[in-house]
């Protein structure tokens, strides 16, 4: 009889954020599956846990990802832990988790803290509707192309960012998306804790003259009609046909719908420019 994969969260900063039942679970299972296993070994020693480890991250994920299945299918139980928050939200845990349910294996999860809803939730941005977009790419070129799939976005925003990569997202976004509010959360539940809620351009220029360490959630204004600009050409709209399509798996006439309600270009141009480009 095969095991159980539990999806455990950790702490995001504060150790005390660490719930009983993450606790008692990292205790009764076989073996731990970690992002960074010298990061996990803190916490265990922490809470006085004993537990053999594997590590599992970004670069040995298909290699480890075969062995850790078949140690559940074994009947081994497994949990899957981050270096902080959630496994499995922008982190490659997303991967072992898919192959758990082709393999018939049981997934559980034990929730705990959230970077993003938690900035979010202080953030002082709408929060009935939002949509979570992790990290933008390190390449400009990508960065802006991203930004721009996303500018007539009306949901909030939530990105994840890096200290040395933070000014040069503010003003992509600046620039792409033009005069919003943003809040920039860093260093959620720990000493340094802040959030910084102002428009767009005048958080660049705050940040631009302070020192960057930690880490940063940034959660942006969704797209207002009237306030913001919002214009997509046709080539534009092609592309994000084309990835909905490779990411969704939609048939191309759901695809060009869901690109109209996006960039406001008729869905019968949109779709005939897809038959046009697809193989």
């Not at 499995?88 to 082709?102: F, H, M, N, R």
């Not at 939609?250 to 869901?258: G, N, Q, R, V, Y």
Request: proline share 3%; aromatic share 6%.
């Amino acid at each position: 009889m095969s095991g159980i994969l539990y999806v455990v969260g950790t702490p995001i900063g504060n150790l005390g954020d660490m719930t009983f039942r993450a606790i008692e679970t990292l205790k009764i299972v076989n073996f731990i599956a970690a992002e960074d296993t010298r990061v996990t070994q803190k916490l265990l020693n922490h809470f006085k846990i004993e537990k053999k480890m594997i590590s599992y991250f970004e670069h040995n994920k298909i290699e480890r990802g075969k062995l850790i299945i078949n140690r559940i299918k074994s009947g081994e139980n497994c949990a899957l832990v981050t270096d902080a928050g959630m496994p499995a939200i922008s982190d490659p845990g997303e991967l072992i988790v898919k192959q758990c349910y082709e393999e018939n294996i049981d997934v559980k999860v034990i929730p705990g803290p959230s970077a993003c809803i938690s900035a979010l939730s202080i953030s002082g941005l709408s929060t009935g509707r939002f949509c979570f977009e992790g990290f933008l790419s390190m390449n400009k070129k990508r960065r802006k192309e991203h930004l721009e799939e996303i500018k007539c976005e009306p949901r909030t925003m939530i990105f994840y960012e890096a200290p040395h990569k933070l000014l040069k997202t503010l003003k992509d976004m600046y620039d792409v998306l033009g005069s919003r509010r943003v809040s920039v959360v860093h260093e959620l539940t720990k000493v340094h804790e802040g959030v910084f809620l102002g428009d767009l351009d005048k958080v660049l220029e705050i940040f631009s003259n302070v020192n960057i360490k930690g880490e940063y959630v940034l959660i942006v204004e969704g797209y207002k009609k009237g306030k913001n600009i919002c214009t997509y050409s046709l080539k534009e709209a092609l592309s994000i046909a084309l990835k909905i399509i490779k990411k969704d798996k939609l048939s191309l006439s759901d695809a060009a719908k869901e690109t109209s309600n996006i960039t406001g270009i008729s869905k019968n141009n949109i779709y005939k420019e897809i038959l046009k480009n697809i193989d």
